[in-house]
């Protein structure tokens, strides 16, 4: 019995030490506590060169997990990348750039500066980086239709209605140097003005993935966001037709084989990147007869693009630049 | 041990009856500012009915009872039928098979180990002057509370064996219980089994083992997730004597698991428990030491349901002041209203108030705690004196969203002063007193600190003017200052949230008037409550009511 007294008695000292080190639930200092930035903002890899496949990255700490945002705008360009993320650390894991850009335009080599901001707090960390070499999109992933780089290819074809503007541009492009600029009033008809981009003359003549879940096609466009007077909408409609040359006799015969259309308000001002999965353009125009209903993207024979605006609500803009085929994912991912 | 109220009753005529019968009538009116300013809730209300529990026992064979309880209810303001209730408030069946083994059926009331199946007091009821204690029967009774068995529906057995070696008995108990039903295109049935064997031997070392287990019937729905939460505890006690005082030793510990089957986001948990207490007795009175550890993960449906339920609605005023903001439960409610306690098992942890208790809320089987306690009862200082003192220590094993871990005390104390012993009068005259203060601290950086005191001043006089009528009176006094961080957890209990609140109340109860003991268990008193919560920190309008209330109760 004494023994027993004696094990009763020893007991509580031995679950005292079974104390543990781990916390329940979130972690309080990251909820309430002040924000100390413990290791400042710093650039690894600055002046990389995008185009040979080098990348950048950012380091810093802090005293608690912080929404943080990286924001770095090109001087030059105008070009902006934002990166973000929620840790109480950066580093190569969540902040690696490989030069792409957020908003468009894209970046080009140049000097850009550094903003580290925070979620909820007044604190803000500025830095400069350098590009010695943008980014180079067009590659073995892609296939590009056209960057007007070259000049508009006068095989693709088209039509504006009288009044209304198609004209390759110098400056203020959206990618390089050149874009198409398409603006006009029309009071007549809808249209402004379309454009077919044969397949026979795309810059890259790589075949394209005939897997439509793989297939992106990005394009982008300079709006204006005028708002219609009359119907209180955005002005301009901007529609894409895939035409699919599915017997491959080089001609799209709208009796028995596929078109898919894509169509969306511009509504906003600059240049945007609009990107979809090839899948994702649901609106299939039958054939009378015949056509499989299926999308095939390695058929596609022409991309027609349109500008559009209700004849009553007058201007309408939307300029073109870096039409390209992405594979698995957007071109901005 | 499983105790089933029901073992208690004796066999006797072929019918008999008890029950219980209750008349109340209350008027609550606002009062204070309130009065004036609250220009929406209605100035005062009231109700009142009469209740007659009517128990039925009927014994076809010896072996053999039947017991039902038929409620009949007639609210004030009725006629002709209406607001008029008859319900069926119990049935249940025992008996004995062969002289051996009992079982009941039924409603019954199961009460297992203070870790696996146990009801356990709502908080600041300890040591409550007892003119308070009619309002407690009431709700204790109307919400089945007895002792601190839960009221469960199933069938329960037990049986014994006396054997005349080493070993002196053999006890076995076991139950089965439905704790939910069936719901349609809702969750599957939830069902309690549990067993416990005792073995007593003759040099008065008793050896226990005890199980339960609830689970959920993955095929009484179309859901593909089960939960289940088996505990198992096992208790040694030794009983003798050290210099002609006796004592008595029990060690237990157990552990838990809780899951739930087909849901991969749901985690696994074991936790595990123990506890140690020396218990002695003198002429003086009992002391008991204890030390207590509760694993963070320790999760037990049937000792960790609380009583209070803090997501019920108030009966008197819900909503007041011209914000129509919802009142919350106070000491007020906690004292007087049936309607925010809970009558079933919970199979997640519920909210509490740390305000009111934060040592703890779900009794011993409160996880993540570790300490000490010290109890002396019925501690006789002269003949007309006594006091019960208890104090409590405990830390957290696992901090709460720090590592710093919170740090809980608890004291209290109640005294009894016999003045009509001490002045030699005719008439009973008691003055009762207790304090209860409980503190909760957490160190490190301003942001994780805490500092939560909260105490309970309560107090009674009461005094026999003629044979058993008295004039009573008591108050309550309850104050709490400091902050605290309230953890939110999800669905499967792990806390993903904290909120800092800041606690600055003050609540006031005083009642007087006149009881009157036609017995023990049949009086009626009259009295005048004056109820008043004021918040300092301004998050809730200051609340202040009147109350008269009359309550005639009869235990048949």
Not at chain 1, 84 to 101: C, M, P, R, V
Request: charged residues 20%; hydrophobic residues 35%.
């Amino acid at each position: 019995m004494k023994n027993l007294k004696f094990l009763l008695l020893t007991l509580p000292f031995f679950f005292t030490s079974c104390e543990k080190d781990k916390i329940e639930g979130p972690n309080l200092n990251d909820m309430y506590g002040e924000l100390t930035i413990i290791e400042s903002l710093n650039v690894i890899g600055d002046s990389a060169d995008f185009s040979v496949g080098d990348n950048m990255y950012f380091t810093a700490s802090f005293s608690k997990q912080v929404d943080w945002k990286i924001k770095i705008e090109g001087l030059n360009s105008g070009s902006v990348k934002i990166i973000s993320g929620k840790s109480n650390a950066i580093n190569q894991l969540n902040s690696t750039w490989d030069g792409g850009s957020t908003h468009l335009p894209f970046f080009i080599s140049e000097d850009c500066d550094i903003q580290l901001t925070f979620e909820m707090y007044d604190d803000t960390i500025y830095r400069q980086l350098n590009i010695q070499g943008e980014k180079e999109y067009n590659n073995e992933n892609t296939v590009l239709i056209t960057d007007f780089e070259n000049g508009f290819n006068p095989n693709f074809t088209g039509f504006f209605n009288a009044g209304c503007t198609k004209a390759l541009t110098n400056g203020g492009a959206g990618q390089g140097v050149k874009f198409l600029q398409q603006f006009g009033t029309c009071d007549w008809d809808w249209l402004i003005g379309y454009v077919d981009y044969y397949s026979t003359y795309w810059y890259d003549q790589n075949e394209l993935v005939n897997n439509p879940s793989q297939v992106y096609f990005n394009i982008m466009i300079n709006g204006d966001s005028t708002i219609s007077q009359a119907s209180n909408v955005p002005n301009s409609l901007f529609k894409l037709e895939f035409y699919e040359d599915e017997n491959g006799d080089g001609y799209y015969d709208a009796n028995t084989e596929d078109r898919y259309d894509y169509e969306f308000d511009v509504d906003w001002n600059g240049w945007r990147m609009v990107s979809f999965c090839y899948n994702d353009v649901d609106k299939l125009v039958l054939a009378t007869s015949g056509g499989n209903a299926v999308r095939n993207p390695s058929k596609i024979s022409n991309v027609r693009t349109l500008l559009l605006a209700n004849p009553a609500s007058g201007f309408a803009k939307a300029d073109v630049d870096f039409l390209i085929w992405s594979f698995g994912s957007p071109i901005l991912n | 041990m499983l105790f089933p109220i029901l073992g208690q009753s004796q066999v006797k005529s072929k019918l008999w009856y008890d029950g219980n019968a209750r008349v109340m009538y209350n008027r609550d009116a606002l009062e204070g500012t309130l009065k004036e300013t609250d220009t929406v809730s209605t100035r005062s209300n009231g109700g009142g009915f009469t209740i007659l529990d009517l128990g039925f026992h009927f014994t076809p064979v010896d072996d053999i009872e039947i017991a039902s309880e038929i409620r009949l209810k007639n609210d004030f303001g009725g006629m002709w039928g209406n607001k008029s209730v008859v319900e069926l408030r119990r049935l249940s069946a025992k008996g004995v098979v062969n002289n051996k083994i009992a079982f009941s059926v039924g409603d019954i009331y199961l009460k297992q180990t203070k870790f696996t199946l146990y009801n356990y007091e709502q908080e600041l009821s300890e040591y409550e002057p007892s003119v308070f204690r009619f309002y407690r029967d009431f709700v204790n009774y109307e919400n089945y509370y007895q002792s601190n068995y839960w009221r469960l529906q199933g069938v329960q057995t037990n049986f014994s064996y006396n054997m005349y070696n080493f070993i002196e008995q053999l006890d076995f108990d076991g139950f089965a219980a439905r704790v939910r039903g069936q719901e349609w295109m809702g969750k599957p049935e939830l069902l309690m089994i549990g067993g416990s064997a005792v073995i007593k031997s003759s040099n008065n070392l008793n050896l226990g083992s005890h199980y339960v287990n609830t689970f959920e019937i993955l095929s009484s729905s179309n859901s593909l997730v089960t939960y289940y939460n088996p505990v198992l505890n096992t208790q040694l006690s030794y009983s003798g004597t050290l210099k002609d005082k006796p004592y008595k030793v029990l060690l237990e510990g157990g552990f838990s698991k809780r899951g739930w089957d087909g849901d991969s986001l749901a985690p696994e948990i074991k936790g595990n428990f123990m506890e140690a207490s020396i218990h002695s007795k003198s002429k003086k009175g009992e002391i008991n030491l204890g030390f207590r550890y509760v694993d963070t993960d320790f999760r037990s449906t049937g000792a960790q349901t609380r009583r209070i339920n803090y997501n019920n609605s108030t009966t008197t005023y819900p909503y007041y002041s011209n914000n129509y903001t919802q009142r919350k439960v106070s000491l007020i409610d906690m004292m007087s209203d049936p309607n925010i306690y809970n009558q079933n098992l919970s199979t997640s942890l519920m909210n509490y108030n740390p305000m009111y208790s934060s040592i703890s809320p779900y009794g011993n089987a409160t996880p993540n705690r570790i300490g000490l306690t010290a109890d002396i009862d019925n501690f006789n200082l002269t003949d007309y004196l006594s006091a019960k003192v208890q104090t409590q220590y405990f830390s957290e094993i696992i901090g709460q969203g720090t590592t710093n871990k919170r740090s809980f005390n608890k004291s209290t104390l109640h005294s009894l002063l016999s003045l009509d012993k001490l002045l030699s009068l005719k008439n009973s005259f008691d003055i009762e007193g207790s304090i209860n203060i409980e503190t909760v601290k957490r160190g490190g950086d301003d942001f994780e600190k805490i500092n939560l005191n909260s105490i309970l001043y309560s107090g009674s006089i009461s005094y026999e003017l003629i044979k058993n009528l008295k004039i009573i009176a008591g108050a309550k006094m309850f104050y709490a200052e400091g902050n605290e961080f309230i953890a939110e957890r999800d669905i499967y209990d792990q806390i993903n949230d904290f909120e800092d609140i800041n606690y600055d109340s003050k609540e006031t109860i005083l009642i007087a008037g006149i009881q009157h003991h036609f017995t023990e268990d049949i009086y009626f008193t009259m009295q005048y409550n004056q109820f008043n919560v004021l918040d300092k920190t301004n998050t809730y309008d200051e609340f202040s009511l009147g109350r008269l209330i009359f309550m005639f109760n009869m235990n048949l």
